[in-house]
């Protein structure tokens, strides 16, 4: 597709205690899903944020299948906080990969991965604690559900190496960023989800979702992506 028009950016007037609504709601799986979104808060056809979440709107809007697209001008966000102890973040394709932990880490800790031992429920034969009563019962169990419906290649197409590195929080989210240049604007997208989330398949992507919109010339021509798209964004 053929950009000819200039299209304009939203100025910040809004008052900055008004409501914050996500983008949109979807899966973004792809290079081709993010920038589709990009495209239509470009166009006007979504709507971008034009500032982070407020403490007290952070259990609401973040949580799984929610995503947030931002003009790094309009919004004047520089860096994007949601109160959530993550992971150092990991390269997926195009895409740099956070997840939940279990607690902060401590001031001056080196975040450094270690790799955690193998987690069984104790009811898996194998286990060594079989015969004992677990306080992470509940915990293991879920875990060893969730695996189950988890392929190895979709675990990595979902987190990448960030599968046992760090002391990730049982059902805790994974947050998925992008971003490109446009005619010298900054867009960030920012998308939250979770295993459970994926496994329940809900979430629809924006291939999906639009299946007629081309992505533009410039997206395919003008950018220096890690992976290289081809005219399908793949």
């Known amino acids: 597709m053929n950009l000819n ?5 939203r100025d910040r007037s809004s008052p900055s205690g008004s409501e914050l609504k996500p983008t949109t ?26 500032r982070r979440p407020h403490d007290r709107e952070r259990l609401d809007l ?18 994007w906080t949601d109160g959530i102890n993550w ?17 902060a880490f401590a001031p001056g ?11 069984y429920s104790p009811y898996d034969r194998n286990s060594p604690g079989r015969h004992q009563n677990s306080l992470n019962e509940t915990e293991e169990i879920f875990v060893a559900d969730a695996s189950r419906k988890l392929t190895r290649d979709e675990e990595r197409r979902l987190v990448g190496s960030l599968n046992d590195s760090y002391h990730f929080k049982v059902d805790g989210l994974i947050k998925k960023t992008f971003s490109i240049t446009f ?38 021509k003008d950018q220096s992506f890690r992976v290289p798209i081809d005219q399908f964004g793949i």
């Open 87 to 103: 992971s150092p973040s990991r390269i997926l394709n195009n895409f740099l990969v956070y997840r939940e932990l279990d607690k």
């Open 109 to 119: 800790e080196k975040k450094k991965a270690t790799k955690r031992p193998k987690r």
């Open 62 to 79: 973040v949580k799984a299948g929610n995503v947030f697209v931002y003009n790094e001008a309009d919004s004047g966000i520089k860096r």
């Open 183 to 220: 005619r010298e604007h900054v867009y960030h997208v920012v998308w939250y989800f979770s295993y459970l989330s994926f496994i329940d398949g809900g979430l629809s992507s924006p291939s999906d979702i639009y299946p007629h919109d081309a992505i533009y010339d410039e997206f395919l």
């Open 25 to 50: 709601m979807a899966a973004i799986y792809n290079t081709k899903d993010a920038l589709l979104l990009v495209q239509r808060c470009i166009e006007g056809r979504l709507l971008p944020i034009l």
């Open 5 to 9: 028009n200039t299209y304009g950016h």
